[in-house]
């Protein structure tokens, strides 16, 4: 057992801050020259055939940084159901993509080809319109697509299941990204802010949600790390790690940001702070696809109904008396 | 990264697994835990046993009766144990925290005439740290600590000392310079519990039961080669037990947790839950894991760095408030069956005594609220509160 990240890995999380504080709005060429966009793309198609897990150092910097761009439409969400070619374009930084998995779509602003969802596969859309939505996230433009019809198959709908599972786990490791950062703002303040003569992280009312609010992202991680690698590996527990990292990352980033706020008093509500962005990220974060709630929902499925034969460690409560 | 066990581990985790299905005795099984599980001699017998297999102190240096494995050989113990519901070493104190404070700070003599004994079960330890006048602010104690002759006179009180009903050996923290204050001229000695002198009266807990005690300690001579570091450096000697046991601790805290949400879903499968309990125990499994592989990720860097990263200290914290979650949400899943006493109540009056235990898990090794505090200002390097 491993639970670490390789020094080249680390060593493309470190590229990877450094970039995007040098660069907060990269282009998708940027992108690509700098080799993200093929991470997981096989060697025959141009990519560098990593895994999921390298992507994973690179969305939780792209949440962090609040990237606004068609990387998670396109590699967090549609990347699995595309067929060589198209990897190849993409790998390349010639092309995007997003995916209407429900109706709102992420990036349709950026992304240059949409798929769609029919009865049993993956398509590309032919023709239709697309129609910008006013969204809360700035960072992640929203849209509708109307019209138009199923073009080229590209998956069958089989695919679904590796789709949810990669892109709940790509907003999981985006929403600690956004929690990191949160929190070292909130901690940077109360340890210099002055009130009733004393730096306010002295008082518990401050402190002790702060080291709550570390706690949940710390808790976040590993859960988002656990999923990472459960789908780099297309290990059994996949689609549940994803469903935990998901619901508990995503609500997780928003009560992060609250706290965050709360700490830093009237400046935290301002516009002009980062923070107003982070949180509205976060919100996002937790509206998208599932909510936390239904994910639960299925893990319980999962946990009482389902597991029940399976699993000879979920034995019938055992006691004895006495003791 | 690679979560798998490596051929290794793997080949631990399978001959733990059939040893733990021939050797753990039916009635142990499953035992819901409490201080009167002490009392027969099935505890020592089945201690005994883990040690005679190798299993006690299984990370500790060859030298001194241990293992040598590999901390991951730990978690796959605790994680094999709490999955055949195995209870624990009956030295909990003795193995997580008086037996690694030795082998920190501890003489040659003492390590050779301590630490067997200790991982055989054939003497138990107490800690003899809290006081009535000193239990968060550890360094207000006042149990005195006199060099006469060769040896140490103490006197004074200690309280909520678990297992000193049954010790042979307390580590002790002591005052011994009466004009220093606070953290200088603490003394760290080891005590034993058969002296003249020592007297102890067990207190009767939330649960009815008498897991710890009231340790008096009138003109106890205790010989100078009991002593633990050095004179007046006491409060090191002290941070070293309260690591153990604050940071080995997580492990065995996850796989009990693990056991006991695996006991609340058999619970819910049972008796049914409906859809806002479902979305708790969805919640605290999810919880369960994260904390599980928290806990992954600190051994993963103690491993490497030889330094456990910062997120293993969260681990207590957590555990302490999910599992005081997990019971109550158990007996809410009884319904009105939760009013019942142990005698009628359903499984034994498990979830009942559980409830009532977990209280005091925010209390025991830190409270929360001296966790937060912890957290806050090491963790985090937020300004100090004190
Ligand atoms: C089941 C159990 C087993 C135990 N076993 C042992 C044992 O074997 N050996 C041993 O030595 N001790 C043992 N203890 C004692 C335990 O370590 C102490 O109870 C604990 O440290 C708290 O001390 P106290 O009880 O004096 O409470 P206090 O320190 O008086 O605390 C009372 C309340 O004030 C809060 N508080 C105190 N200081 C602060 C602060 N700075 N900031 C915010 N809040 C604060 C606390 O969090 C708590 O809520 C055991 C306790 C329990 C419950």
């Not at chain 2, 009392?39 to 005994?48: I, T, Y």
């Not at chain 2, 207590?316 to 005081?324: G, I, R, Y």
């Not at chain 2, 005091?360 to 609220?369: D, F, L, V, Y």
Request: glycine residues 10%; contains cysteine.
């Amino acid at each position: 057992m491993d639970f670490t990240f390789t020094p080249v890995q680390e060593a493309l999380r470190e590229q990877a801050r450094e970039f995007l504080a040098a660069t907060p709005e990269p282009t998708w060429a940027q992108l690509a020259e700098l080799g993200w966009t093929g991470v997981s793309i096989a060697e025959e198609d141009g990519g560098a055939g990593l895994s999921f897990l390298e992507e994973a150092v690179l969305f939780e910097e792209l949440g962090r940084a609040l990237y606004r761009g068609p990387y998670f439409a396109t590699i967090g969400l549609t990347l699995p159901a595309l067929l060589s070619e198209d990897r190849a374009a993409i790998a390349s930084g010639e092309t995007t993509w997003t995916l209407a998995l429900g109706p709102l779509v992420p990036d349709l602003d950026s992304a240059e080809h949409v798929a769609i969802v029919g009865g049993d596969g993956i398509y590309e859309l032919e023709g239709g319109e697309r129609e910008l939505l006013a969204a809360t996230d700035e960072s992640r433009p929203l849209g509708v697509v109307r019209g138009g019809e199923p073009g080229r198959r590209l998956a069958d709908s089989t695919v679904l299941a590796e789709i949810e599972a990669r892109s709940q786990t790509a907003l999981a490791l985006e929403a600690c990204g956004v929690a990191w950062l949160a929190l070292e703002d909130a901690i940077e303040y109360a340890s210099s802010r002055v009130q009733f003569g004393k730096k306010i992280g002295v008082y518990q009312a401050v402190s002790h949600p702060l080291a709550d609010a570390y706690t949940r992202v710390e808790l976040s991680r590993s859960l988002a790390l656990w999923a990472a690698w459960c789908v780099a590996t297309d290990d059994d527990q996949a689609s549940i790690a994803a469903a935990a990292a998901k619901s508990y990352a995503g609500e997780s980033a928003v009560a992060v940001c609250e706290t965050a706020i709360q700490s830093l008093g009237g400046i935290g509500f301002t516009w002009e702070h980062r923070l107003q962005r982070l949180y509205k990220r976060a919100l996002g974060i937790e509206s998208f696809g599932t909510s936390g709630t239904r994910l639960r929902a299925e893990i319980a499925a999962s946990l009482i109904e389902q597991d029940e034969a399976s699993s000879g460690s979920l034995a019938p409560v055992k006691v004895t008396q006495g003791g | 990264m690679d979560l798998r066990d490596t051929p290794d581990e793997a080949t631990f985790r399978a001959e733990l697994r059939s040893w733990l299905e021939e050797s753990l005795p039916q009635d142990l099984q499953g035992h819901r835990g409490g201080a009167t599980r002490f009392a027969g001699p099935e505890m020592r017998a089945w201690s005994r046993a883990l040690h005679d297999a190798g299993y006690a102190g299984l990370t500790w240096p060859e030298e001194y009766g241990g293992g040598g494995a590999p901390y991951t050989h730990q978690a796959i113990f605790l994680e094999e144990m709490a999955r055949a519901e195995a209870p624990p070493h009956i030295g909990v104190i003795g193995i997580g925290m008086a037996g690694p404070t030795i082998i920190a700070h501890g003489t040659d003599e003492q390590k050779s005439r301590y630490l067997a004994p200790l991982l055989a079960a054939d003497e138990i330890w107490c800690q003899g740290f809290s006081e009535p006048g000193a239990g968060s602010d550890l360094a207000g104690v006042r149990t005195s600590s006199r060099l006469d002759d060769g040896h140490f006179v103490v006197n004074g009180q200690k309280v909520w000392s678990s297992f000193a009903h049954i010790a042979d050996f307390c580590i002790l923290l002591t005052r011994s310079d009466p004009d220093a204050t606070r953290h200088a001229g603490l003394t760290y000695l080891i005590v034993d519990m058969h002296a003249s002198g020592v007297e102890v009266r067990p207190l009767r807990q939330i649960t009815g039961e008498a897991e710890f005690n009231e340790i008096f300690f009138s003109d106890v001579r205790v010989p100078a080669e009991n002593l633990l570091g050095e004179v007046g450096g006491g409060w090191q000697v002290a941070m070293t037990t309260l690591l153990h046991e604050r940071g080995t601790l997580g492990f065995a805290l996850q796989a009990q947790l693990e056991v006991q949400i695996r006991k609340l879903v058999a619970l819910a499968r049972d008796r049914g839950a409906d859809p806002l309990q479902r979305d708790r125990i969805a919640r605290e499994w999810t919880e369960m894991q994260a904390v599980r592989f928290t806990n992954y990720r600190s051994l993963s860097a103690l491993m490497k760095t030889g330094m456990p990263g910062p997120e293993g200290s969260i681990s207590k914290l957590v555990w302490s408030e999910a599992n005081q979650r997990v019971t109550k949400l158990a007996l809410e899943i009884l319904g009105p069956d939760a009013a019942l006493g142990e005698e009628n109540a359903p499984y034994g009056g498990y979830w009942q005594y559980q409830q009532l235990r977990s209280r005091g898990n925010t209390i025991e090794a830190g409270t929360s609220e001296v966790l937060r505090n912890i957290v806050a200002e090491r963790v985090l390097g937020l300004p100090y509160s004190r």
